[in-house]
Each structure stands twice: as C-alpha cells, then as structure tokens.
C-alpha cells in the first residue's frame, strides 16, 4: 500500500467547512483513497472513498487531485460531534491484505 | 442490523488469568481481525481470520490466542494475562472481496485492564 502523509491536527470553527488534506505522491494507478475517522472511544467508522473522480456522500466529498497524488476531505459543515481521528489509507481495492492505520489528523472542532 | 458485536465492553482481570473477548458479525463476511489500541496510539492488528477454519497472526500476536469455527463468530482468548494487554480491543469485519471489501466494519470496543 502506498504510503500517506497526514497533519497531525487541525482545527475547524463550528459550522464551517473542514478541509482535511492527504498527501499520497506514489499512488499507483489501482489504488483507492479510502478515509476513516475514530470519534474518541469509539472503534473506526468508514467515511468514504474514491479512485479517481471527486465522490460525495451523505457523511463528506472527497476531492482527488487529477495527479492524484494528494486528496481531501471536506465536512461541509463542521459539527461538535464531528471532532475526531481521521484517517486515510490508500490501497489496492479488493486487495486481501490487511488495513494498516496511521496516525491519522485529530480534528477538533471548536464551538 | 447489528454489524459488529463484541462483549463485555468492560473487563478488569488479575496477572494471569485467562479471559476470552467475544466477537460476532452477522453480515456473512469472510474476513474477520482483531486489533489492539494503546493510549495515543494507532491500531495494531493482533490477529485475522479470512475465512471459517483459517486464522493468521497480526502485528501483535503474543499472549493471544484465536479459533473461527463460523463465519459468524472470532473469539479473542489471552491465555495469561499481564498488564501490558491492558488495552482498548476493538473487532473488524469487511466482506473481503472487490472495492467494498475495505470497507471495515468496527464494533464498538472492549475496555480491558490487567491489574
């Protein structure tokens, strides 16, 4: 799998727009970018994922750049609850192997 | 739909009992894993499971012990405990196969300490 480069955190004002970036420059053209999020305590939550058009679903977009050698996720309009580990993995699709977390970016939103 | 189950959520054991995590699915995936997570720490895998009858060891699979005789259920065992497993556990299914099939599904943790 590809490796990624995450910010450590970021923050975001309540109902604004987080904009969370990945950087992913030795993607090969069958890998996905896949994003999850950890809220503190919970187990992981998948969010979304894309190969190589922009995708939007009722959680976030991901936008991929047309290199696609970074991504980025958007929360439209940022929520308390939204506050989280956020991590994205890149990754051959379907591949059998297992999925290895990072370190991913604590957001914290703040009211 | 229940997805990922996983019981007790708390659990506190004296050094060197045994205990036994117990993970369900009722999804019918195939591939099922169990991961440990420290303070401030990353997800890492202890041990995985592709299919009923076949396990394979993790990042970390010392201390633990894994059987999959369903495809419903992967129970975790630590044969003798010691406070380093003192972790937050946390079971995973995905279906496996094609571009959903890193779509994990998380239950929701078990909260272990070894005193």
Redesign the interface.
Known sequence: DAKTTQPPSMDCAEGRAANLPCNHSTISGNE?V?W?RQIH??????II?G?KNNETNEMASLIITEDRKSSTLILPHATLRDTAVYYC?V?V????G??I????TKLSVKP | NAG?TQTPKFQVLKTGQSMTLQCAQDMNHE?M?WYRQDPGM??R?IH?S?GAGITDQ?EVPNGYNVSRSTTEDFPLRLLSAAPSQTS?Y?C?SRS????T?????????SWLTVV
């Open positions: 996905y896949y999850y305590s919970q187990g992981p939550q998948y994922h190969l993995i990754r699709g379907g591949s059998q297992n999925l977390f990072g370190k991913g | 990922v591939y894993s990353g997800l895998l995985y592709v993790g937050v946390f995973a496996g196969t094609g571009v099939g890193n779509t994990i599904y998380f239950g929701e943790g």
